[in-house]
């Protein structure tokens, strides 16, 4: 299961941090996604983390802004986003596949387990 929280109205130029609290096996063993759905677009991805931590995947419009990181010990993926612009408004979605050996993609149906999601508005 994944529990996405944090989201909340900002203005532009703020930061914001997201959480991704996963149960039932260890996010160590997992790549981890995040990806947002804006109002009338289809759900994008964001930003990725392979299994091992050591590798990270950005959408080109986050790059510099976004970044991800998780705690292990709290078995919880965070999403920091940093000088917000009108066009992160979205609601945000953490990401896992089923499967240990899956590397990571910017693909959203090769995620098999999805959380809830939390919304973020950004206003100018």
């Known amino acids: 299961q994944l529990v996405e929280s944090g989201g909340r109205a900002v203005r532009a130029g703020d930061s914001l941090e997201l959480s991704c609290v996963a149960s039932g096996r260890p996010i160590s063993d997992y790549a981890m996604g995040w990806f947002r759905q804006a109002p009338w677009k289809v759900r994008e991805f964001v930003i990725g983390i392979n299994p091992s931590g050591t590798s990270r995947d950005y959408a080109d419009s986050v790059k510099g802004r976004f970044t991800i990181s998780r705690d292990t010990a709290k078995n919880t993926v965070y999403l920091q986003m940093n000088d917000l612009v009108s066009e992160d408004t979205a609601v945000y979605f953490c990401?896992?596949?089923?499967?240990?050996?899956?590397?990571?993609?910017?693909?959203?149906?090769?995620?098999?387990?999805w959380g809830q999601g939390t919304r973020v508005t950004v206003s100018s």
């Open positions: 990401a896992a596949p089923g499967d240990s050996s899956f590397a990571g993609s910017i693909y959203a149906g090769d995620y098999d387990y």
